[in-house]
């Protein structure tokens, strides 16, 4: 370990100084990218303002509310239109009879998973590499931070034949100091140095051999990579809600991800797992300091990935984004509540990133990353005051056109998913997928996304309240709780009284967001549930 990382421990982190990165020109992607951008944002902005029937401290609180909210969303519009204008990259050919100049080591990271499942993916994974003819050159190596007497033991018997066998080497912390990122600080200043790069995976990530070899080969023909980050796609999932994920992750995200990958450029983002890591280059990175002061707001730095990866580009590496997903796989939450408890800790660690913004020598693409990450969280409370001060008559609109022209902003993205699917060079066949897929991933994210705007707004209050959400499966919070889609139920009605009462002319565009919260008992249900093709699965084998 460098003395720049263990210095690097014990500064306040309000105040890490960081060398500047020498700022190049603006690629054409990302000069598109800005400009659709800006462009979006001050044409809708307009219309807002042009709309507003009278203005008045409460409509002046809404524009001020409103732009950011635009901007965020023209972003996210304006990167998938890049992705269409810009040819996808393309992965670089491994020549005949290529060998890594240097060993790998695969890291899989371990708390309290279901252990039989992730020793067949180990098995798996090893069999990737063998096929891939990486197995000499690679290390796989398992870091746990399980807890619990019971859990322990459970993933000991399971990983034990895989140890004895020399498929893995296989450590477990009893002290979990640092979460994570502070297990893999700890193999790195023992073990980093007698490897040339490190792949980071989830206990759920799948990479195949082929995929890897790709990563090592682009990573040793490029001096100045640091981190490399693989697109990922979601497994088949068992319950509606997850295989709803992946509908809209394979239709949104090709686009997306390649419009990303153009405008970030050598400033892209690390998402935490499957991602390959130059070790001379996660030395700047590999000991983040802890955040002065107690959790929520203090305390070890929770969305570790987007910091380490603005300081491997601060330290003067790049920062690369390979966005086509063949053979990086991970899985997605499969119920609502799954999917809300890993969203409540992600807001906790991006909000503790408000902090970070001022550290000195950030590129600003790492600041827009950064920056994004937080408004993620924050624009659900900020929509959600804003239907208030409409719905409530407090602001009032002269016609509907602004609703309709932020509607289209947000469809862009799933428009241009859609275009990639059935655009002219597909055949009818692939048509007629493309638009069923579109037409249901429409009607699902519109019933769900009230229902996490909630859930986003709620989390956003705990941590401003001061509630930090613990270690991972520390046990059950103490209280009450109350049935599946209650919370739910009560806000859509209260929103759904408030609008009758002071301004029902308000009631029809309202409805579409009180509606599903109202539903939400059944709907959550509904959508928690196994998918009737994979319960009748062990009738029909």
Not at 110 to 132: I, N, T
Not at 213 to 235: K, N
Not at 385 to 395: E, H, Q
Request: charged letters at 15%; one cysteine or more.
């Amino acid at each position: 370990m460098t003395s720049h990382a263990s210095t690097t421990e014990r500064i306040g982190a309000d105040h890490l100084d960081l060398a500047p990165v020498p700022r190049p020109m603006l690629p054409h992607a990302r000069l598109v990218f800005a400009l659709l951008t800006l462009g979006t944002t001050a044409v809708t902005a307009l219309t807002v303002a042009l709309f507003v029937a009278e203005w008045s401290g409460w409509a002046i609180l809404a524009m001020g509310l409103i732009l950011p909210s635009l901007l965020w969303i023209a972003g996210g519009a304006a990167t998938a239109l890049t992705g269409l204008i810009c040819a996808a990259p393309s992965s670089p050919a491994i020549p005949p009879g290529w060998t890594p100049r240097r060993r790998s080591a695969i890291l899989v990271l371990l708390c309290c998973e279901a252990p039989q499942a992730v020793a067949l993916r180990l098995l798996a994974l090893l069999r990737e590499l063998k096929e891939a003819g990486l197995e000499p050159h690679c290390r796989l190596i398992v870091l746990s931070d399980t807890f619990g007497p019971d859990a322990i033991a459970a993933e000991e018997a399971a990983l034990a034949p895989l140890v004895r066998d020399g498929v893995i080497h296989y450590r477990r912390r009893a002290n979990n100091r640092g979460k994570k990122p502070g297990n893999i600080a700890e193999w790195f200043d023992r073990q980093g140095n007698a490897f040339g790069q490190m792949l980071v995976l989830d206990a759920d990530s799948r990479m195949s051999g082929r995929r890897i070899a790709t990563m090592i080969y682009r990573m040793e023909s490029t001096p100045s990579l640091g981190l490399l980050q693989a697109g990922m796609a979601l497994v088949p999932a068992d319950s509606r809600f997850g295989q709803a994920q992946r509908t809209a992750s394979r239709l949104l995200g090709p686009p997306y991800a390649i419009g990303l990958s153009a405008w970030a450029a050598d400033t892209a983002n690390y998402w935490g797992h499957n991602a390959l890591i130059r070790t001379a280059a996660f030395a700047s990175a590999a000991r983040l300091p802890r955040l002065s002061g107690p959790a929520p707001y203090g305390g070890e730095i929770l969305s570790h990935d987007f910091i380490e990866a603005a300081v491997i580009r601060s330290a003067g590496w790049t920062v690369e984004f390979d966005p086509d997903p063949a053979g990086s796989h991970e899985d997605g939450p499969q119920t609502l509540a799954t999917y809300h408890k890993r969203n409540r800790r992600w807001c906790q660690g991006n909000l503790q990133h408000i902090r970070l913004l001022g550290w000195r020598g950030l590129h600003p693409l790492s600041r827009l990353h950064i920056a994004s990450g937080i408004f993620s969280f924050l624009a659900a409370p900020v929509w959600l005051v804003l239907l208030m001060l409409m719905g409530s008559g407090l602001v009032r609109m002269e016609g509907g056109l602004p609703f309709v022209l932020i509607l289209c902003v947000l469809l862009v993205p799933k428009i241009c998913g859609l275009y990639r699917l059935a655009g002219p060079s597909g055949t009818a066949w692939r048509r007629r997928i493309a638009f069923k897929a579109f037409g249901g991933e429409l009607v699902t994210s519109s019933l769900l996304a009230p229902i996490i705007m909630l859930h986003h707004t709620a989390a956003v209050l705990s941590v401003l309240a001061g509630q930090d959400c613990g270690w991972k499966g520390r046990g059950p919070r103490p209280g009450a709780s109350l049935p599946r889609g209650s919370f739910e139920l009560l806000v859509g009605v209260a929103l759904t009284g408030m609008v009758i009462t002071l301004n029902p002319v308000a009631a029809v565009w309202i409805a579409p967001v009180a509606g599903p919260m109202v539903a939400a008992p059944l709907l959550i249900r509904w959508m928690d549930a196994v998918r009737p093709e994979i319960r009748r699965a062990p009738l029909s084998a």
